[in-house]
């Protein structure tokens, strides 16, 4: 199937942890994504890469870590996770930057 | 500011028409999109406009836009219970990003 998939679907860990998401594309696009949604389902960019490359990073705390290991991958790393982290974490992905995004399934972290 | 304003709830019957609305803030935004959220699920892209056309028909969908007042709207014709979800829309800005809305469920009554 074409798609971008992410794993884990769900996440349950304890405060003070550090977890990956990891985010794979085979729709062949240059630009990758990671979207936020609280509990009130606001939706709200954290990173986009476009080539392997940073383009955007909206004053997310530098606990995230997005890596980039080829334009297929764009995996998200968070260190000492915090309680307001809980939140489905989405992966994105568009051919260009002006082109339509394609979203993964999410995944519902919840940090106890 | 960034602020993209949609209502939160609409209820329908089954077999009515649906019109869900968003208003927007940037008029450089090119493309504005619609996107489909079912419980526990991603968002599925429904229909995008491009900002120099106001208004796109696919199938059961018809988007239109008025750019003058920063307004888009979603029509479902004939809507089926299988179309209760939330919908965002979301206009596009620089390097990609997308502002959403704050989202509409819409529930259908049979």
């Known amino acids: 199937d074409t798609a971008v998939s992410q794993t884990p679907k769900y996440l349950v860990t304890q405060m003070g942890n550090d977890k990956s998401i990891k985010c794979e594309q085979n729709l062949g696009h240059d630009t990758m994504y990671w979207y936020k949604q609280d509990s009130k389902k606001f939706l709200k960019i954290m990173f986009s890469?476009?080539?392997?490359?940073?383009?955007i990073n909206e004053t997310v705390p530098n606990r995230f870590s997005p890596k980039s290991p080829d334009k297929a991958h764009l995996n998200l790393h968070i260190n000492s996770l915090e309680l307001g982290d809980s939140a489905v974490y989405f992966c994105a992905s568009s051919q260009d930057i002006r082109s339509e995004q394609y979203f993964g399934p999410g995944t519902r972290l919840t940090v106890t | 500011g960034e602020d993209v304003e949609q209502s939160l709830f609409l209820s329908v019957r089954e077999g009515d028409s649906s019109v869900i609305n968003c208003t927007y803030t940037d008029s450089s935004s090119t493309y504005l999109y619609w996107y489909k959220q079912e419980p526990g699920a991603g968002l599925q892209l429904l229909t995008y406009?491009?900002?120099?056309?106001d208004m796109k028909q696919d199938q059961r969908l018809t988007v239109l836009l008025n750019k003058k007042d920063k307004h888009l709207s979603l029509r479902i014709a004939d809507t089926q219970t299988g179309d209760s979800a939330i919908y965002f829309c979301a206009e596009s800005k620089l390097g990609g990003k997308l502002i959403f809305g704050q989202g509409t469920e819409l529930s259908v009554k049979p």
């Open positions: 406009i491009f900002s120099n056309m």
């Open positions: 890469y476009n080539n392997k490359e940073l383009i």
